[in-house]
């Protein structure tokens, strides 16, 4: 069975501030303008992976000036020579937040392995629906850059722990890359270099043994790969490629670089993954009418839930079903929208949830958290999950920009 985890050229930062360097993932703090005005503060004119993404928050604010800047940046850093070539490899990561302390891998995974439809086949899938109107300007951002910065989280389902946690026990042996404390309250980062002759995807392809599969999901498909977070930059990394590919012979198809995407591996049975709920924040709208409208709706739930309005938590009663629960409450939200305006925002942290709903004197909905178990046979059996159903964590515990790859062709 073909494996779709390889060994990637990654460029790392050097003879800069790596604590004013790497920043937190673009799709967090959307809406905390403070956060993003404080982290602008402590950066300064440094180098930072700050100036090569584009903050959510920040998308509909002259999008197309924003990404030239972002691009034009890019370019600039790689002429200044802020970035090393490591060989060919990965990254092993230790990453500790209040969570724990929890290991990854940076790699490449191949895109053509990767599906953000309801595709059974796909070895690297999606697990919750990808809204299309949000993949125009990640894609815009990635069509005309000269490097890609990842965020992407992708989970394994490696139950006996058999291919991070063997690298985590060697750590001290690899030539450590970086160690130091993040900011912003991330907690701390630790990376070493892992050579491309390392038996790893060896280890991956041990997971597609079929008879594991039919034990673990009662089903043969070959899932090796979830997306945890930063479904929609991969996603537009996918659309960018089959735009790329029409131009490129079979053979040129093989090797370009933009059919890869760079990302963290971590396995989802790791203590340290925890999943979070995503709350809504819904503004603009007649707080009293929304929330007469949405209890009436979910007056004969099974599982108590609350909703945030006016200073006052309310009761309501969600389905016994985490998944069913988030299907229910975002078709009710996305009705309500489509019929009277408003708009909906999607919180981690049900402080952050607080804070929003305050600030924009809108309805907060507090949300369920998923059994991380039941994740992959969910994904099998049924496909995505509704959009915005879990989280990896709070969002200071994210995945930062750190590492960084060429996807353009050399010459």
């Known amino acids: 069975m073909k494996n779709c985890v390889f060994p990637a050229e990654i460029l790392l930062p050097q003879g800069v501030d790596l604590t004013k360097w790497a920043v937190v993932a673009c799709d967090q703090y959307t809406s905390e303008p403070a956060y993003w005005e404080d982290l602008r503060a402590f950066v300064g004119d440094a180098p930072s992976a700050l100036d090569l993404v584009l903050p959510e928050i920040w998308l509909k604010d002259r999008p197309e000036e924003r990404i030239g800047a972002v691009n034009a940046r890019m370019r600039s850093d790689l002429q200044k020579g802020i970035f090393r070539k490591l060989d060919p490899g990965f990254v092993l990561t230790e990453r500790t937040t209040p969570s724990g302390c929890r290991p990854g891998l940076v790699a490449c995974v191949d895109l053509e392995a990767y599906s953000y439809q309801m595709n059974g086949g796909a070895m690297i899938r999606a697990t919750e629906g990808t809204v299309p109107d949000r993949l ?3 894609a815009a951002i990635r069509r005309e850059a000269p490097l890609e910065l990842p965020h992407i989280l992708l989970l394994l389902d490696d ?7 063997p690298l985590y026990g060697e750590r001290e042996r690899f030539e450590k890359l970086y160690d130091f404390e993040l900011n912003m ?5 630790r990376g070493w270099h892992i050579p491309a002759d390392r038996p ?24 090796l790969l979830a997306v945890g977070d930063g479904n929609h ?7 960018c490629w089959e735009e790329k590919k029409k131009q490129l012979s079979p053979e040129e198809q093989r090797r370009h670089p933009a059919r890869f995407a760079l990302c963290e591996i971590v396995n989802l049975h790791d203590p340290a993954i925890r999943f979070e709920p995503i709350h809504r ?3 603009g709208v007649d707080s009293e009418a929304f929330v007469r409208c949405l209890r009436e709706r979910f007056s004969e739930g099974e599982r108590e839930g609350t909703l945030l309005a006016g200073g006052r938590k309310i009761p309501v009663f969600f389905p016994a079903s985490t998944a069913e629960a988030y299907r229910q409450v975002q078709d009710f939200v996305d009705e309500w929208l489509a019929a009277r305006g408003g708009e909906a925002d999607y919180v981690h942290g049900s402080a952050s949830a607080r804070e929003a709903t305050a600030r924009l004197g809108g309805v907060g909905i507090l949300m369920p958290a998923l059994a991380k178990e039941d994740l992959f046979p969910f994904v099998i059996r049924q496909g995505s999950l509704p959009r915005k159903t879990f989280s990896m964590g709070e969002a200071p515990e994210k995945r930062y920009y750190l590492e960084a790859r060429s996807i353009c062709q050399s010459e």
Do not use: M
């Open 136 to 138: 125009p300007p990640r």
């Open 159 to 165: 139950r006996d722990r058999q291919v991070l946690e």
């Open 185 to 189: 309250g991330g907690g701390h980062i």
């Open 200 to 223: 790893v995807r060896e280890a991956f392809e041990a997971l597609l043994d079929p008879e594991l599969l039919l034990k673990k999901y009662g089903s043969g498909q070959p899932l």
């Open 233 to 239: 930059s991969l996603a537009a990394a996918k659309v």
């Open 281 to 283: 924040v819904v503004s």
